[in-house]
């Protein structure tokens, strides 16, 4: 059974940086593709990123393109969210999700992944 967890969620000032880390157990991470996702106070689960299994390809939603970059080691079973220039929208807390030969859909829809983390908390605020 694949396990996701999250880490290096914070407090980060608008314009800085954090990079969130997704490490998985259970088994292997080579053949799963994996996404990221946010939800704010009050508003809709939102698909952030996805990268399908050999990391050969790459999505991402239209509010964070060109700020935020998914990356994946999959000898470490690891994915990782490198968020640049941050906003104080991006105040959610951001989920690791995962699908066995999932790849990296277009639409990075909920109903695609099957593996959920539990979340880490992100805060932009000055």
């Known amino acids: 059974q694949l396990q996701l967890v999250e880490s290096g969620g914070g407090l980060v000032q608008p314009g800085g940086s954090l990079r969130l880390s997704c490490v998985a157990s259970g088994v292997t991470l080579n053949y799963y593709g994996v996404g990221w996702f946010r939800q704010a106070p009050g508003k809709e689960r939102e698909g952030v990123a996805c990268i399908s299994s050999s990391g050969g390809s790459t999505n991402y939603a239209d509010s964070v393109k060109g700020r935020f970059t998914i990356s994946r080691d999959n000898a470490k079973s690891t994915v990782h969210l490198q968020m640049n220039s941050l906003l104080l929208e991006a105040t959610a807390v951001y989920y690791c999700?995962?699908?066995?030969?999932?790849?990296?859909?277009?639409?990075?829809?909920?109903?695609?992944?099957?593996?959920w983390g539990q979340g880490t908390q992100v805060t932009v605020s000055s």
């Open positions: 999700v995962a699908e066995y030969l999932g790849g990296c859909p277009r639409s990075i829809a909920i109903q695609h992944y099957h593996y």
